[in-house]
Nanobody, 114 residues
Framework: VQLQASGGGLVQPGGSLRLSCAASGKVFGIDTMAWYRQAPGKQRELVASMYWSSTTTYADSVKGRFTISRDNAKNTVDLQMNSLKPEDTAIYYC?????????WGQGTLVTVSS
């Protein structure tokens, strides 16, 4: 499975960004699609995940501001990020899980700064 993420960039506090990730290759059997992030000096953390098209999980720090969505027909997962804060600055990684194995995208940088 190959993952291609896009949509990162520089945004002012309070602004919005939308990240997109497309999966290709042997995509049959993907159950979970998710976004993680890693800030400088910190461990990678789960931001949001979606199991099939139903169960969603969000980090407490992004609840109410970020929304994950998934298109199973296109094998894509998006992350709409609103009310961005400087502490959201990180490299964001797309992740999918298939039959217990994790696959990662290359990461896209999100910088929230005035």
């Amino acid at each position: 499975v190959q993952l291609q993420a896009s949509g990162g960039g520089l945004v002012q506090p309070g602004g919005s960004l939308r990240l997109s990730c497309a999966a290709s290759g042997k995509v049959f059997g993907i159950d979970t699609m998710a976004w993680y992030r890693q800030a400088p000096g910190k461990q990678r953390e789960l931001v949001a995940s979606m199991y099939w098209s139903s169960t969603t999980t969000y980090a407490d720090s992004v609840k109410g501001r970020f929304t994950i969505s998934r298109d199973n027909a296109k094998n894509t997962v998006d992350l709409q990020m609103n009310s961005l804060k400087p502490e959201d600055t990180a490299i964001y990684y797309c992740n999918v899980r298939k039959m217990g194995s994790d696959y990662w995208g290359q990461g896209t940088l999100v910088t929230v700064s005035s």
